[in-house]
């Protein structure tokens, strides 16, 4: 489910009443509201159930220091981001940020909290579209944050089983 909180906070699909999937124009007041026409809609919610039952593991070890790296990891990307929307129009602001296990030692992300390095994107909850950090921080912010985070925290880095 998309609340609508989120579809509001980038109030143009409502205002334009253009269904924020397929870009069609959006007659039924329901749907402008929503953001989607009905048969879009339909597509999101099966899409959105589909990615819970194949969620990527991610292994947290202690869940309070695992927030609080997420909540620093977010704070970090909005404030380093190269472009502020996704190509649909929704800002990065309204977007998850998403992590899983990563078992490759020399790339993702070490946070706190988390048993393994960890590979972030932000997930776009209008159009379902997953956008890498890589791909859209700059790239040295992105190196330094590596540099940060690996110096401050030594921690084991073992593939994920
Ligand atoms: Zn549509
Ligand atoms: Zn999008």
């Known amino acids: 489910m998309i609340p609508i909180r989120q ?11 253009i269904c924020g999937r397929c870009h069609r124009a959006l007659k039924v007041p329901e749907s402008v509201i929503r953001g989607f026409g009905p048969i879009c809609w339909a597509k999101i919610q099966a899409d959105q159930e589909q990615e819970r039952q194949e969620s990527l593991p991610r292994t947290i070890v202690d869940p309070k220091k695992a927030a609080v790296a997420l909540l620093e990891l977010r704070e970090y990307v909005m404030l380093h981001l190269k472009r502020d929307r996704c190509f649909c129009g929704m800002l990065y602001e309204g977007c998850d ?17 988390f ?23 700059k790239t040295d ?21």
């Not at 980038?10 to 205002?15: C, H, I, K, T, V």
């Not at 590979?119 to 890498?132: Q, S, V």
């Not at 540099?147 to 089983?161: L, N, T, Y």
């Open 141 to 161: 912010e992105e190196r330094g944050i590596h540099a940060v985070k690996e110096s401050g925290s030594p921690q084991e880095m073992a593939a994920p089983e």
């Open 97 to 113: 940020l998403e992590t899983y296990d990563y078992g490759d030692s020399k790339a993702g992300y070490v946070l706190d909290g």
């Open 115 to 137: 048993k393994y390095r960890q590979w972030a994107y932000l997930r776009c909850p209008k159009c379902k579209n997953d956008e890498a950090l890589w791909k859209i921080l």
């Open 7 to 17: 579809v509001a906070l980038d109030g143009q699909p409502m205002m334009q009443g």
